[in-house]
């Protein structure tokens, strides 16, 4: 078995499979599709599992970072191509992230100056609707990685404002879609940059990056959103001195996730790629809104649709 497994990484390379097989810690999402020779930051999946929607800076959009997309045909990712104007701009579009409820795109951009989040309705027909600014409760704020609950009630994203911090953790309530007063996550914020949250279940347990200059790495928090359960994400590349970031859970299978990262030494396309693997599994807890606690299990194998330059950083940290 120990000879075969190489074997197994090396085919699901050449037929584009987004995961290597069952035996595999993870796998590369849609090689040469979603992930390209080119970078990859955040990826975002349908709720329907038939549409992914992720930022890359390979050549064919409208300038930097673009957002694309591409469908499942056949069971593999196909067909991969840039959200039209006014989806994407001269400037960097952004951590796209589709709703839990399939009903919001949100991404950010910075079309305006700054980074700043934005949000499109999606249509039944998949279709998307025009994108509109979704702005902060306070002046002067650059925004981005933005993630609603599966309740639509709470807005998870990252700040930073004039000060010397970089990026932190912020939580707004929702009310019919306006965003109410952020409240930062302090005992998960520090003096490195906190972006590209999601939420893990619908208790409030999340996952996040934290990055200093080109390193990052992805963490996990239960739903008390204390210190002494945040914790990395257990995964074997995703180290301090590597590039691992952008974690989305897969909103047609919640038991896995997907990452961004330029550190798994195999399979890769290019630069910073699309990776699969198991959700963190986190343990019920009492005293937590119904419970976790980050007790995290070893990541298992997965299973997803069958599908050279210097690694590129996901701007701007």
């Known amino acids: 078995m120990r000879s075969a497994l190489p074997l197994l990484v090396l085919a699901a390379s050449l037929l584009c499979v987004p995961v290597a097989g069952a035996l595999n810690e993870y796998g590369i999402e849609g090689m040469g599709v979603v992930s390209s020779k080119a970078g990859e930051g955040r990826a975002s999946i349908s709720p329907d599992g038939q549409r992914i929607v992720f930022a890359s800076d390979r050549p064919g959009g409208a300038g930097g970072w673009d957002l694309w997309q591409a469908t499942l045909h056949d069971g593999r990712w196909q067909?991969?191509?840039?959200?039209?104007?006014?989806?994407n701009s001269a400037?960097?579009?952004?951590?796209?992230?589709?709703?839990?409820?399939?009903?919001?795109?949100?991404?950010?951009s910075d079309r305006e100056g700054r980074l700043a989040?934005?949000?499109?309705?999606?249509?039944?027909?998949?279709?998307?609707?025009?994108?509109?600014?979704w702005r902060a409760d306070g002046p002067g704020a650059v925004e981005r990685g933005p993630a609603l609950s599966a309740d639509g009630r709470q807005l998870l994203f990252a700040r930073k404002d004039g000060s010397s911090r970089g990026f932190d953790l912020y939580v707004a309530p929702l009310d019919n879609g306006r965003r109410g007063p952020a409240v930062a996550l302090q005992a998960l914020n520090s003096a490195a940059d906190e972006t590209d949250a999601d939420w893990l279940g619908n208790d409030g347990?999340?996952?996040?990056?934290?990055?200093?200059?080109?390193?990052?790495?992805?963490?996990?928090?239960?739903?008390?959103?204390?210190?002494?359960?945040?914790?990395?994400?257990?995964?074997?590349?995703?180290?301090?001195?590597?590039?691992?970031?952008?974690?989305?859970?897969?909103?047609?299978?919640?038991?896995e996730l997907l990452v961004a990262s330029s550190s798994a030494r195999a399979p890769r396309a290019g630069g910073s790629?699309?990776?699969?693997?198991?959700?963190?599994r986190l343990a019920a807890a009492p005293g937590c809104r119904p419970g976790t606690v980050a007790r995290q299990e070893p990541a298992g194998p997965?299973?997803?649709?069958?599908?050279?330059?210097?690694?590129?950083?996901?701007?701007?940290?």
């Open 117 to 133: 989040l934005f949000r499109a309705a999606i249509a039944a027909d998949g279709s998307f609707g025009q994108p509109e600014p």
């Open 91 to 108: 400037g960097d579009e952004l951590d796209p992230y589709m709703s839990r409820d399939g009903h919001w795109l949100l991404f950010a």
């Open 302 to 317: 997965v299973n997803a649709p069958a599908a050279s330059r210097a690694p590129a950083r996901i701007p701007p940290r």
């Open 205 to 255: 347990a999340v996952v996040f990056s934290r990055a200093t200059g080109d390193q990052a790495q992805v963490w996990v928090s239960d739903c008390a959103w204390t210190g002494t359960s945040l914790q990395p994400l257990t995964l074997s590349f995703n180290v301090a001195e590597g590039n691992t970031s952008a974690p989305v859970v897969d909103n047609a299978k919640p038991g």
């Open 79 to 87: 067909q991969p191509e840039p959200l039209q104007p006014p989806f």
């Open 273 to 280: 790629d699309v990776y699969r693997l198991r959700a963190p």
